[in-house]
């Protein structure tokens, strides 16, 4: 019997999008900008879904008790969505959060702390032991960047007692909920930090200490800390001792930085023996705090859970594609599909199709969806093609859905980051990830998931590469400007053989992410 399946209601990939246009196929989906449509029952899933109890929902005690439910369901719907991980937070790391949550609860905005701290603050001058001390997140890059950069600086933020705030502009509303119980982590409007640039910044400070016996007299009470991605800056020495007791004195912190800079915090002595407490597997930072910080927005998830519901819930197993394309002037898409191909079929992730055949005889009748998140449609489409026209050799029926296709990135829009959101999110829910090698919007689908991905070589060009992809050794995201130099201004030759943790990135040879001990 001739069978040819694929989910995609009349051959149309399923968006994200209302367009309308019946000459692409990419159809509405009713999960656009509807913010009142009603989100799914938590009793109502599909078998794929697996049966979690209590203690699953705050994720092995990761998540405090006592949030307002209704104002976040994800918080209490998404670990029906996920397997369980076998990774769990430790008591140490448990302890260290409730600590956060209760500094953050004593000097977070809304608080008699926090106004006092500011006015002290506007006086510009050191002013001492600060009762409260804070960090000031500053957006830039993408979101994929933002996310793990976030994600650093709350681990900086626990290890140094500071309280973050994150300055989201109006692209990042509603994207995430609070994830501090009973106080908000976003830096108030009308603070006369939201658009302070003339503050101090660590680069000055560094010049000053240099010349200056009594350096404490030197500091201000807020310095502008860049930890931006360049490649040829001079060595910013924040791993080192040295810097980090100046800055511990500086009660507001602007941090500005599109980087996983975790390897850094751990190439500090002291801030490593307190991540080694905290984290026993050190491949699972990211993956907890992740799990911990970003709980999607009512309106995000919405569109992620029905979207899940419709396309990927009844699959036997979930395929993550990330297509990024780093120079789509210069890389025609058949050079990408072909390596997007080389890679999924000679790795079996999906199978080869039957040349021969236009039916297929096998009994296996497994339905695999892969989910193909690219700014561009065209990846999806000749992929689903390629499935309706043939049949597979294995029998297997492979769906293939593209939630959007916004075919280039977008700056200060925030329908463009809660698509980015909701694929990020998506992605992390599959069952075998390929995303593509540098892109930190893989980066965070693969931690939030638990998921070694395998890595789509980044073609620039039009060319081949063999292999195509491979497979990442951690699901901690790389971080593509280490330090360069120890804290003698040696230079760092092998990051291994000093710090036994740390790893050339698969990806990024000049990038380092963290292994677990197991497999060292
Ligand atoms: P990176 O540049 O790949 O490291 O990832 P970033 O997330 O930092 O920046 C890329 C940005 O481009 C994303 O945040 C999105 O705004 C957009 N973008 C790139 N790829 C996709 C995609 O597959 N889907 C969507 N919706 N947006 C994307």
């Not at 991980?85 to 926090?114: F, M, N, V, W």
């Not at 409260?132 to 681990?155: E, H, R, T």
Request: net charge neutral; charged share 20%; aromatic share 10%.
């Amino acid at each position: 019997m001739l069978i040819m399946y694929s989910k995609c209601i009349g051959h149309k990939n399923a968006s994200l999008t209302s367009s309308t246009n019946d000459s692409t196929p990419h159809t509405a989906n009713p999960i656009d900008k509807d913010k009142s449509a009603s989100l799914p029952s938590s009793t109502n899933y599909s078998s794929s879904i697996l049966i979690h109890n209590e203690k699953d929902k705050l994720l092995g005690g990761l998540l405090a008790s006592g949030f307002d439910e209704v104002s976040c369901i994800s918080r209490l719907q998404s670990h029906t969505f996920r397997k369980v991980s076998p990774h769990k937070p430790s008591q140490y790391l448990i302890s260290k959060l409730r600590d956060y949550e209760e500094l953050h609860g004593k000097c977070g905005p809304d608080t008699r702390a926090y106004k006092r701290n500011l006015k002290h603050l506007q006086s510009k001058k050191y002013i001492g032991a600060a009762m409260c001390k804070y960090i000031v997140w500053d957006p830039s890059n993408g979101l994929g960047n933002q996310m793990i950069s976030i994600v650093s600086a709350f681990l900086y933020a626990i290890l140094t007692h500071r309280v973050l705030l994150v300055r989201f502009g109006t692209d990042l509303n509603d994207l995430f909920c609070e994830p501090f119980l009973n106080s908000t982590w976003v830096l108030p409007k009308n603070t006369p930090f939201w658009n302070e640039r003339r503050v101090e910044t660590y680069q000055t400070m560094l010049k000053k200490d240099k010349a200056n016996s009594n350096p404490k007299e030197a500091l201000p009470s807020t310095l502008f800390l860049n930890l931006q991605h360049t490649l040829d800056d001079p060595e910013k020495l924040f791993h080192c001792d040295h810097s980090q007791d100046l800055l511990r004195n500086i009660p507001l912190l602007i941090l500005q930085s599109d980087q996983y800079f975790v390897p850094s915090l751990f190439m500090n002595p002291s801030f490593n023996l307190e991540i080694n407490k905290m984290f026993p597997e050190k491949d699972t930072i990211f993956h907890h705090l992740a799990r911990y910080l970003f709980h999607p927005s009512n309106e995000a998830w919405g569109l992620i859970s029905r979207f899940y519901q419709t396309y990927l819930a009844e699959a036997d197993e979930r395929i993550g594609l990330q297509i990024r394309v780093f120079s789509p002037n210069t890389t025609p898409m058949q050079a990408i599909m072909d390596l997007v191909l080389n890679c999924t079929i000679s790795n079996k992730l999906l199978p080869e199709l039957d040349t021969k055949n236009s039916v297929s005889y096998s009994p296996n009748k497994t339905l695999k969806a892969v989910l193909v998140a690219s700014l561009y449609p065209e990846y999806g489409e000749s992929l689903m093609a390629m499935y309706l026209d043939r049949p597979s050799i294995s029998g297997e029926l492979i769906g293939v859905y593209q939630p959007s296709h916004e075919e280039k990135q977008k700056f200060h829009d925030n329908m463009h980051n809660m698509k980015a959101w909701t694929e990020m999110y998506l992605l992390s829910l599959s069952d075998v990830l390929v995303t593509t090698s540098l892109s930190t919007f893989g980066y965070v689908a693969q931690g939030l998931g638990g998921l070694k991905p395998w890595l789509l070589y980044k073609l620039i060009s039009n060319d081949t590469h063999f292999p195509a992809c491979e497979r990442d050794f951690s699901f901690e995201p790389c971080n593509h400007i280490p330090p360069k130099h120890y804290c003698n201004g040696k230079a760092i030759k092998d990051y291994a053989s000093s710090f036994p943790i740390l790893r050339e990135c698969i990806d990024y040879s000049n990038g380092v992410k963290l292994v677990n001990d197991s497999t060292i």
